[in-house]
T-cell receptor, first 112, second 111 residues
Framework: EAQVTQNPRYLITVTGKKLTVTCSQN?????MSWYRQDPGLGLRQIYY???????DKGDVPEGYKVSRKEKRNFPLILESPSPNQTSLYFC???????????FGQGTRLTVV | GENVEQHPSTLSVQEGDSAVIKCTYS??????FPWYKQELGKRPQLIID?????GEKKDQRIAVTLNKTAKHFSLHITETQPEDSAVYFC??????????FGTGTSLTVIP
């Protein structure tokens, strides 16, 4: 089944403790992206990647890192999480630019 | 960067009526405009998209219109059904890689 898989689904952590949210797609998509969703703010793009080893900042990249060492994986790294990074995170992939994005099931992160 | 505004934030319609959601954008370079539907607790899913070289696109009960001059685009849902109840997001992309989303419209279809 074609899908985008994120892990974990839920995560509660403490301020400053490094964490990684994984994202994997099995559709051989070139393009992958991370978003955060907050009430009243919609979806905001954090980082995107057009291919292996090619990443670029989205609208709200501060406090996040990403890597794209393999085509299928695009992990999101929070090196020193803060409470303002408490949010619902979505990974998405698409065949190329300006094409349908397929979203993962979401990761609800709480930083206390 | 691009700024996308979406209205209304909430919309209630009777089953069978039409629903219209409007978005405006600021960057004239934007050329791809997708619409996503997000049911409660679920992931967003694309329902329709339009590119800047097209003024209107239809898919069964759903249509999107684009006015490049005025920098606005709209989602039209006809003959609404209870399963259309969800949050709808518009988005604009100037590069095909960067996406800017509206703040969402919560649509409730009353049976």
């Amino acid at each position: 089944e074609a899908q985008v898989t994120q892990n974990p689904r839920y995560l509660i952590t403490v301020t400053g403790k490094k964490l990684t949210v994984t994202c994997s797609q099995n559709m051989n998509h070139e393009y992958m992206s991370w978003y955060r969703q907050d009430p009243g703010l919609g979806l905001r793009q954090i980082y995107y990647s057009m291919n292996v080893e090619v990443t670029d900042k989205g609208d709200v990249p501060e406090g996040y890192k990403v890597s794209r060492k393999e085509k299928r994986n695009f992990p999101l790294i929070l090196e020193s999480p803060s409470p303002n990074q408490t949010s619902l995170y979505f990974c998405a992939s698409s065949l190329g630019t300006a094409t349908e994005a397929f979203f993962g099931q979401g990761t609800r992160l709480t930083v206390v | 960067g691009e700024n996308v505004e979406q209205h209304p934030s909430t919309l209630s319609v009777q089953e069978g009526d039409s629903a219209v959601i409007k978005c405006t954008y600021s960057d004239s370079a934007s050329n791809y405009f997708p619409w996503y539907k997000q049911e409660l607790g679920k992931r967003p899913q694309l329902i329709i998209d339009i590119r800047s070289n097209v003024g209107e696109k239809k898919d069964q009960r759903i249509a999107v219109t684009l006015n490049k001059t005025a920098k606005h685009f709209s989602l039209h849902i006809t003959e609404t059904q209870p399963e259309d109840s969800a949050v709808y997001f518009c988005a604009a992309s100037p590069t095909g890689n960067q996406f800017y989303f509206g703040t969402g419209t919560s649509l409730t279809v009353i049976p």
